[in-house]
């Protein structure tokens, strides 16, 4: 199981949102490079970053900070926000980001997804959003009518590597992931699983780890971290070690 420490990006700066609004951020470093060190110090195998002004604005925006962190990581690192073609894809890739996360674009136009997979085999996420297991797009502020398993199941053979599943209404309020509704996800999908929104204990991580059998592959950790909440060498070795 794979514990993902988040990087988020907005005005080059890390911070982190709660339930996705823009306007109730809270900084926790004018340097993303040196946050995102931190935690590849920590013993991290893998960094999930995220452009934000890139997933309301429709484009990259946040390029120089992202490349600041790809310079100095030796980890992989996927990346969300604001990835709206081909093009943008490649540029990201030439910059080192490891796997792309598709969004927005993935439920605007599948196409994409399926043509990416072609072109950059191994190196397509599809990021799933979800508020009451529905479908949200555009950083988060537009609602459909699309469930997050219709969507999910839409892309089973096409070659993407996994899906990241983000229940919103959890997402930065460190009220505990919504475990049921991550638990349906997991298992109506063939594809693996990273999940993401909410977590905010020892005990949210033992339950998530309970869902490998299910697919679940790795948990996204933002705002715990950032606060303390969860240690993240300390989590890490607990898992590592099979102790839950």
């Known amino acids: 199981m794979l514990i993902i420490p988040a990087v988020d990006i907005k005005g080059g700066k890390c911070v982190r949102l709660e339930q996705g609004a823009m306007d109730r951020e809270t900084v926790f470093s004018e340097h993303p490079e040196q946050m995102a060190l931190q935690w590849e110090r920590k013993g991290a ?9 890139g997933a309301v604005a429709g484009r990259p925006v946040n390029k120089k900070a992202i490349q600041g ?23 990201y890739i030439d910059l080192g980001i490891h796997e792309v996360i598709i969004g927005s674009a993935a439920y605007k136009d599948p196409d994409l997804v399926r ?11 599809v990021g799933i959003d979800a ?21 999910a199941k839409g892309f089973e053979g096409v070659g993407v590597t996994s899906l990241i599943y983000t229940d919103i209404a959890r997402d930065g309020m460190k009220s505990g992931p919504n475990i049921e509704s991550i638990k349906s996800f997991v298992r109506a999908t063939s594809l693996p699983v990273i999940a993401a ?5 020892v005990k949210d991580i033992e339950e998530l780890v309970g869902l490998q059998g299910d697919g679940l592959r790795g948990i996204i950790i933002g705002r715990a971290l950032y606060d303390g909440i969860i240690d993240l060498k300390h989590i890490l070795h607990v898992v590592n070690n099979k102790k839950m």
């Open 45 to 53: 195998k893998k960094l999930h970053l995220v452009d934000l002004d």
């Open 69 to 91: 962190i790809t310079e100095r990581l030796s980890i992989p690192v996927e990346l969300g926000g604001g990835i709206r073609s081909l093009d943008a894809i490649e540029e």
């Open 115 to 125: 043509a990416a997979c072609e072109r950059f085999p191994g190196r397509i996420v």
């Open 131 to 151: 508020r009451d297991e529905h479908v949200a797009v555009q950083g988060w502020t537009e609602s459909t009518n699309v469930s997050a398993v219709e969507m």
């Open 197 to 201: 929104g909410g977590i905010s204990s």
